[in-house]
């Protein structure tokens, strides 16, 4: 199985800043590597797919970039509504595996 | 608009069986191949496996052979999934997602998801 591993695990950040979290995978997944957001008592909404493609309805300060096994997601500018926990996944092979999220909280 | 409507929550014995149901609408059922993904508590996400709506194959995660099955009704526009001999641990939030192919090759993302059915195992 392919591992997802994130980070940071958590971090603090003000209105305003901008965020980048990194998502390494165990293997080489050339571009096969999706972004979710979910919130509290929420399912997961996708963000960005094929690593940098805005999925429909996201707002363009988030980003994705990487190629490989390593990957970012940045948030140019956070907003209050972007306190959430994001979760990389990879679409290389199965089974599906996901990162173990990095929680965006207020600072 | 699209949507993925799953049952409500269940609350199961030990060694019991669990159906969870999700129902689509807003798109034709057949062209989308529907995942299930569970989130322990105030844990990540976990893939359980996939169901093709249109042909019904299946792709099970491996740490779940033989307890898992999967299926559709597509008079109806409803996946299934059904997860036996239950444990403590199944305890979880389970998820449909839509499978979307973004490319002709293997890209494939989840782009709709259910609100989520709790299922508790308890004595």
């Known amino acids: 199985d392919i591992q997802m591993t994130q980070s940071p695990s958590s971090l603090s950040a003000s209105v305003g800043d901008r965020v980048t979290i990194t998502c390494r995978a165990s293997?080489?997944?050339?571009?096969?590597l999706n972004w979710y957001q979910q919130k509290p008592g929420k399912a997961p909404e996708l963000l960005i797919y094929a690593t940098s493609r805005l999925q429909s309805g996201v707002p363009s300060r988030f980003s994705g970039s990487g190629s490989g096994t390593d990957f970012t997601l940045t948030i140019s500018s956070l907003q209050p509504e972007d306190y959430a926990t994001y979760y990389c996944?990879?679409?290389?092979?199965?089974?599906?595996?996901f990162g173990q999220g990095t929680k965006v909280e207020i600072e | 608009q699209v949507l993925l409507v799953q049952s409500e929550a269940e609350v199961k014995m030990p060694g019991a069986s669990v159906r969870v149901s999700c129902k689509a609408s807003g798109y034709i059922f057949t062209t989308y191949g529907i995942s299930w993904v569970r989130q322990a508590p105030g844990q990540g996400l976990s893939w359980m496996g996939w169901i093709n709506t249109e042909n019904g194959d299946t792709n099970y995660a491996q740490i779940l052979q033989g307890r898992v099955t999967m299926a559709r009704d597509t008079s109806t526009g409803t996946a299934y999934m059904e997860l036996r001999s239950l444990r403590s641990d199944d305890t979880a939030v389970y998820y449909c997602a839509r499978r979307l192919i973004y490319d002709s090759s293997i890209g494939r993302a989840f782009d709709v998801w259910g609100q989520g059915t709790m299922v508790t195992v308890s004595s």
């Open positions: 293997q080489i997944i050339t571009n096969y």
């Open positions: 996944q990879q679409s290389y092979s199965t089974p599906r595996t």
